[in-house]
């Protein structure tokens, strides 16, 4: 990909001089090196022999007049870059002895190397007009991996290169001459040409992806470079399109795309594949029907796992999904949208209806399943919400289903209604105890080790909040996160991060002289203030903390909304010597074209992933892709949630040996993960 993408700098960087520089012969010389390679044109407007054009500058200055030569070597030596500047010298041809011609020279830094660019022009004759075809060297074009493609100004095929006829199986008489609308696929629409067309003409280039069709009719993913060749006056000459080969990395994208669209489980949709439907349905929806969301929990989950094991209850999952399926019949759309939650989505006539459906549904699955020679009893409890009366975009039908669903214990089915007053009081008092937790120090910062499991040290930890109540109870995350980023309490909470782990990696790697990097999270509201980056190194300074003792864990969400905003957030913070990783890796929206884009270090690979790799051939499969896609990109790649001697042993066999969970240790206090780290090594 290296070599591929210096190629197409290559020629991008000399039809930049030639567009800059106006028209004639292009001549790039390398300082470095001496090499000179020039355009097809050169030998046509300054009558030199073909066996005597030059191959490095020293053979260049020899073809130039004694007294002419030290211009040439003042401009070389020249600690000026993209200055333009013009010298007349005389040049010896074969056919006429040494002529006059004008150079056009333009010094530029190009991976980390000084290069020359210099137009060469006849005053004395009209040679400098180029034809498209012979604007770029013939040694680049050639021997480019890019599949390149030069038309004329009406867009007729001139030129081809050796990779285009490989890689699409045409020969060079099929092409030349042809529109290259010949081998496109058919499978985009006008207005998608006519989109990138008005992008070329307003731009002068145009670059995406594209589907074309090979001549045996296979289709293939391309990203095209694609922009005008400009002549004399600016005036259009031609155009060129610069296509890399990325069908076997789409097809691996839609792949995985796919099975992070469905629960690996039971193989249906899960929260991202059902909130598609209902957005697609909605959109459609021009008859002004009604729908409804019943979100369907099994109660009492983990109890039931504790009680029959992992092994029964995941089969028993699977029969419930057989179960929904089996009675809604294609009307429903179903989905799981978390281990113990599945959605149903369809349309209903009136509410007579959907109570009907809804006492059906929990009636027979609250019948026994036999599993493994068990009868066991599900408790099921459904909530339900409806479009357009309780909401009309589909997070807001599927949370107002789960707050109907969360006021259903007193009976089992229970539709949603603005009078869930035991919401919203449980919601207060949390809010309360977060601003008694925020004035009393009642915030608390544990530590989950993370294990290098070849040397079986620590190498690092993740920095969790937890909050003590009033009654000395210690909340989870989960339990007190949500109400604070409703209630806007987010900063506050995210400030207390940031220090705490600043300050507590300062004192573990300073008093216990170890080399432990801290990584911490933060929310997206936190992260997309303009003062973040501030905040950060202003905290560093205060407790004068190494930076490669920190880490940051994101999460995909934060590159939604703006993308290069995030992206330069991130290529500040590796700056400042942070690492990056990315959190919760495959649950996210984020598209996985993204990663080459971002300057991240780690990807961590959710514990939702992890959980079924023993049993489950699709999380398997799933965590090998991410393991391997992870490595070809030079990434580190961790896994979280490991939680037993399977699934370590697993993850080392795909080459995952960087791991947290709680098979090594739960998280822990700054007291007891001091005391976990003056272990020489973890003993299991």
Known sequence: MENDEKAIEELLDMYESASEMYTGAIMRIDLSSGKIIYSENLKQITGIGKHELPENLNELLGLIKEEDVQKI???????????????????????????????????????????????????????????????FPKEVIDNSPQAIVITDKNNKVVRVNKAFLKMT????????????????????????YEQMWQELKSKGFWSGRIIDRKKNGEVIFLYSNFFEIKGYNNEVIGYMAINTDITNRVKKEEEITRVLKHDSLTGLPNIKGLSERIEDVLQKNTEEKKFAILVVKIDELHELIDLYGLETMNRVIKEVAKKIIEIVDKKYFV???????????????????????????LNNLSKPFQILGERI??????????????????????????????????????????????????????????????????????????????????????????????DGSILSPNEFLDIAKKKQLMDRIDHFVLEETIKSSGVINESLNKNVRIFFNVSKSFFERENFLYNIESMLHKYNLNPSYLGIELTEDLFIEDFYSAQKKIKALKEIGLKIALDDFGTGFSSLSYLNKLDIDKIKIDKSFIDNILHDKTSQRLVSSIISMSKSLGFEVIAEGVESEGQLLFLQEEGCYEVQGYYFSKPLSFDQFRLFLKKERINI
């Open 73 to 135: 070597i003042d401009k070389v030596n020249s600690s000026e870059y993209e200055a333009e500047w013009t010298l007349k010298v005389s040049l010896k041809s074969n056919r006429e002895g040494f002529n006059t011609f004008d150079l056009i020279g333009k010094k530029k830094r190009r991976n980390g190397k000084d290069v020359l660019y210099v137009l060469v022009r006849n005053p004395q004759k009209n040679f400098g007009l180029m034809s498209p075809d012979t604007f």
């Open 169 to 192: 199986g045409y020969t060079l008489d099929e092409v030349i001459g042809k529109d290259p609308h010949f081998w496109a696929s058919n499978m985009h629409d006008k207005s998608f």
């Open 335 to 361: 989905s799981v949208i978390s281990k113990h939650e599945f959605a149903l989505f369809g349309c209903f006539e009136d509410v007579d209806e959907l109570e009907n459906f809804a006492a059906n549904l």
């Open 377 to 470: 009893f599900l408790k099921i409890r459904i909530g339900v919400s409806n479009y357009p009366l309780d909401s009309t975009n589909p997070e807001g039908l599927i949370n107002q289903a789960k707050i109907a669903l969360k006021d259903s214990e007193k009976k089992s089915i229970n539709f949603y209604s603005t009078e869930l007053s035991k919401i919203f009081v449980f919601e207060k008092k949390v809010e309360d105890e977060i601003y008694l937790a925020l004035e009393n120090k009642g915030l608390l910062m544990y530590f989950q080790p993370q294990i290098d499991t070849n040397s079986m040290n620590v190498i690092g930890a993740e920095a969790l909040i937890r909050m003590r109540k009033s």
